[in-house]
């Protein structure tokens, strides 16, 4: 019996590591297929949250069933499906679907079998174990499981992404399954010989004098899930939003949410609500400021520390208040699971999926706030008076904090627009000169250009990253200069850019933004913009007037940049500007040795690739320097520090060419810089790439 009792628990750990390993690392395969969005994370949590709500149903099924030989075909089918996912060449996913159901398309193609077994695993051998023991529920199997599941999202981000390429997590993780199933498979088998797991014919042989849950006991096990699951979603779409989208900030939210599982299922903690309110309080007031100062740049540390604060104490709360209503009765054990399970999947859906929908602006947040202060409400209505004002103020006050933040996002602007790749908006304010006003648009606190009205030469200024000292200016000017323009001449006494003046260019760029750089077009050159959100076309377009005023052909290609690339003929391109690295998220597939080989492909001779690398919290230098020299490319930095040109702003660029003599140009050699390179860091590929060891805490 003790071996028995062993292997249950070693099941039960196995199947929730092997859960949450697989999570970011499906994820991470996804980012190239949509664009790296940091929405594609959030919609994986919606797949993930459905799927153990599915998991979990299959489990209510199964639990009141002697339906042996049914788990064993599901852990077949999904043991070949796992297999499959590991060998190489079987990752593919369908990028013309809409971005949600691409989503959804490709998990379940990849993972979604074997998922459906893990999920299913803790619910039903605890029920087993239950029926074996003749017991209370043991809730303490479902805290076991979740230990298993925080290992699994530390091990990740810190040993299993930095060592193993994809397709080595996948036969690792596929190899794992396979011992997971042959166990689970034994626990099956035993579970079916007469004997061996007594089946419990009626409750009252559990406990005869427990009373069945009440509607709205019911009711709040769905509920109160749903608080913390959007809680979860609205913190990690914060993050992966302004920092990158990036196993490490998906791992840290929902390792938070997976210890107060564990503080509620495993130690039961009680609430010490006097202390809670007066941080929800301190909380509060420090997402008011963050959310109406949309330019305060915290340190990361400090940002990770208040959202993962707020994480933790809302879904504490959620979380312990759910155990304290769980059941005692074994008949509704699975129920409760269901009912937790359809709270986490209708949360993360609420705003993965519907919130893009219902709101312009950005308010998940606020609005996730208020509700989470509306349960507590609702759960201390009949713990006094107390209570019921401490928590109906909370209620009024994110109310108010709710139309702030709306208002603070509304009043000066003009556009506002959200889909799933951004919550976009643009704003019109008085510029620092007389009589003009400038024009930004936004994505959160992560700005995609300006542009300056009131005078003709002001609005056809390029400014922020693309004044004409910063990197692609550079880049622009004299990208005709070196040596393949120039013949046999040498890059000293040569008149940099004067070739440049005649000849007319050929310019790409990933990443259109506010169209600044259509700013640099002559008569007769040709620039091409790539962009895969669809909302910002019509933007720049029609809100901004740089592609409207230039007199260079632009075209607008939709899409995702790298296919787009890779279905076209070259393109000949003077100079290729890379602008996709400065917030939102970081799409790693951009920078890899493959998309190289392609933007290499897309050159004219002597062409220039400019990547923008302008980012408060990561340092792509190193990453790109090893890209280039991997590839025989020189590659230098240029940064501008203090900035003198009206709306001009702080950049860096590195540029990327495999001319010698671009960068000993005389008005070049005194603006680049050298990078530094990091020792014993490997080339990024579509098979690997690690970007923790670049972020600025």
């Known amino acids: 019996m003790s071996r028995l009792r062993l292997l249950f628990g070693i099941v039960i750990f196995l199947a929730a590591f092997l859960l949450f390993l697989v999570e970011p690392m499906a994820a991470k395969q996804l980012l190239p297929i949509l ?29 009141g069933r002697q339906a042996s030989w049914t788990h064993l075909l599901v852990l077949v089918l999904s043991t070949g499906a796992a297999i499959a996912w590991a060998i190489p060449g079987s990752i593919s996913g369908d990028s013309h679907l809409p971005p949600a159901l691409a989503v959804f398309f490709a998990l379940s193609t990849w993972i979604g079998l074997p998922f459906l077994a893990l999920s299913a695993t803790s619910p039903l051998l605890q029920v087993w174990w239950a029926r074996l023991e003749s017991g209370p529920i043991p809730y303490r199997l479902y805290a076991l499981s979740n230990i298993g599941s925080l290992l699994a999202l530390a091990l990740y981000p810190s040993l299993v992404e930095p060592a193993l390429t994809l397709h080595a997590q996948r036969t690792a993780w596929a190899a794992s399954f396979v011992l997971f199933a042959i166990l689970c498979a034994t626990l099956t088998l035993k579970s079916a010989v007469p004997g061996s797991v007594p089946v419990l014919s009626t409750d009252s042989e559990m406990q005869t004098d427990a009373p069945p849950a ?204 959200r889909n799933f790749y951004a919550s976009l908006r643009v704003t019109q304010d008085l510029f620092s000169y007389p009589g003009t006003t400038v024009r930004t648009l936004l994505n959160g606190s992560i700005q995609h250009g300006t542009q300056i009205f009131g005078t003709e030469d002001l609005r056809h200024t390029p400014t922020t990253y693309y004044a004409r000292n910063s990197g692609v200016g550079v880049a622009l000017e004299y990208c005709c200069s070196g040596s393949d323009a120039s013949g046999a001449e040498g890059a000293v006494g040569r008149t940099a850019g004067a070739c440049c003046d005649k000849r007319p260019r050929n310019i790409g760029v990933i990443g259109l933004g506010a169209g600044t750089v259509a700013a640099y077009g002559r008569s007769g050159d040709h620039i091409r913009f790539y962009e895969i959100n669809p909302a910002v076309p019509p933007i720049a377009r029609n809100v901004f007037t740089y592609i409207r005023d230039s007199p260079a052909q632009t075209d607008i290609v939709e899409g995702d940049a790298r296919s787009s690339l890779a279905s076209e003929p070259p393109q000949n391109f003077n100079v290729l500007v890379v602008d996709a690295f400065s917030g939102d998220a970081i ?111």
């Open 587 to 697: 799409p790693i597939h951009l920078l890899t040795s493959q998309a190289l080989a392609l933007y290499r492909k897309h050159l004219a001779p002597g062409g220039i690739i400019a990547f923008h690398i302008s980012n408060r919290h990561v340092d792509l230098g190193p990453p790109i320097l090893k890209l280039a020299e991997s590839a025989g490319l020189e590659a230098r930095r240029i940064t501008i520090d203090t900035p003198a040109d009206p709306g001009e702003y702080v950049s860096t660029w590195i540029l990327v060419t495999a001319d010698p003599q671009f960068f000993a140009l005389p008005d070049v050699s005194p603006r680049v810089h050298t990078i530094r390179p990091k020792p014993g860091l490997r080339v990024w590929t579509d098979d690997y790439s690690a970007l923790l060891p670049f972020i600025h805490w």
């Open 214 to 417: 009440s509607r709205s006991q019911k009711l709040l096990w769905l509920l109160l899930p749903m608080g913390a699951a959007m809680q979860l979603s609205t913190v990690t779409a914060y993050l992966t939003a302004n920092v990158a989208a990036i196993p490490l900030l998906w791992v840290l939210p929902l390792g938070v949410y997976l210890l107060t599982l564990i503080l509620a299922f495993q130690f039961r903690v009680a609430l010490p609500w006097n202390i809670i309110a007066r941080v929800m309080v301190v909380l509060l007031g420090g997402l008011a400021y963050s959310l109406h100062n949309t330019n305060a740049s915290w340190p990361l540390w400090i940002s990770l520390i208040f959202f993962l604060g707020e994480l933790f104490f809302a879904c504490i709360f959620c979380h312990v208040e759910a155990v304290r209503l769980r059941p005692q009765r074994s008949s509704e054990a699975t129920l409760f699971y269901l009912l937790f399970a359809a709270g986490g999947a209708l949360g993360s859906f609420l705003i993965g999926i519907a919130a893009p929908l219902v709101f312009a602006y950005n308010l998940d947040l606020p609005v996730t706030f208020f509700i989470t202060a509306v349960l507590a409400l609702l759960v201390n209505w009949r713990n006094g008076w107390n209570q019921r004002l401490l928590w109906g103020v909370a209620t009024v006050a994110m109310v108010a904090v709710t139309f702030m933040v709306r208002y603070s996002y509304a009043h000066n602007t003009t556009v506002a627009v």
């Open 35 to 63: 664009g790296g969005s940091a929405a594609v994370w959030i919609t994986c949590l919606v797949f993930f949250q459905t799927a153990l709500l599915l998991g979990y149903l299959y489990a209510h099924w199964l639990s």
